[in-house]
C-alpha cells in the first residue's frame, strides 16, 4: 500500500533550492526522455520560473518573466501551452482556485495531491495521502460518479504565519 507523505511542505527551514531545481529540470528531462517528448528550451524556461519559488505562480507572471528574459515573442497561448505541457506530465500542478501553478514535489511517482494553501501568505504544502484519495474514491463510486482528476484543495493558515500573529 501506498504511504501518506507531505510531498511538498510549507517553506522549508533548510532548503538548497538551486538543489531542488536541478532535479526538477532533470526529471523533467528524463520524464520527456522516456515518454518521447521534448523537453524544448521554453518549456525548461517556464519550468524553472515555476520552480522560482515554492509559491504559486499565475501564467501571467511567467509571461512577463519570459518577456522580461528578452523572450518578446512569447504571448499568452504559447505560455498556456506549455504549462499545460508541463501539467500532463506530471511536472506541474495546478492550483485551480488561485489559478495558478506549483511545481511538483514528487514527479517520479504518479499521484493525486491534497494541497493546503495558506491564506496570509499564499504558500502551499502538497500532500499525497492515499487513505484521502480512497476515501473520496469510495464516496464517488457509492454514487455511480466516476473521478476523472481528483485535487483537493484546502485553505487555512500556515505554522509560519499563525506565529507570527502572536
Not at 532533470?26 to 517556464?46: E, F, H, I
Not at 501564467?59 to 518578446?72: C, I, M, N, P, R
Not at 495558478?100 to 504544502?125: K, M, W
Not at 457509492?142 to 483537493?152: A, L, P, T, Y
Amino acid at each position: 500500500m501506498k504511504k501518506n507523505k507531505v510531498i511538498s511542505p510549507f517553506k522549508p527551514a533548510a532548503h538548497k533550492h538551486q538543489e531542488c531545481l536541478k532535479s526538477a529540470i532533470k526529471n523533467a528531462k528524463a520524464r520527456c526522455d522516456v515518454s518521447g517528448l521534448r523537453l524544448t528550451p521554453l518549456r525548461q524556461r517556464v519550468l524553472e520560473l515555476v520552480w522560482q519559488s515554492h509559491e504559486p505562480v499565475k501564467a501571467y507572471d511567467v509571461l512577463d518573466e519570459l518577456k522580461q528574459g528578452h523572450s518578446s515573442s512569447s504571448a499568452p497561448p504559447t505560455v498556456y501551452r506549455a504549462l499545460d505541457f508541463l501539467q500532463e506530465q506530471g511536472l506541474v500542478h495546478k492550483i485551480e482556485s488561485l489559478n495558478s501553478y506549483v511545481g511538483c514535489g514528487n514527479p517520479e511517482e504518479l499521484h493525486t495531491g491534497q494541497f493546503f494553501i495558506c491564506r496570509d501568505c499564499g504558500s502551499v504544502a502538497e500532500l499525497d495521502d492515499a487513505d484521502i484519495s480512497s476515501l473520496i474514491e469510495k464516496k464517488a463510486n457509492s454514487f455511480g460518479f466516476k473521478i476523472d482528476n481528483e485535487m483537493v484543495e484546502i485553505k487555512g493558515h500556515c505554522q509560519e504565519c499563525r506565529d507570527s500573529e502572536k
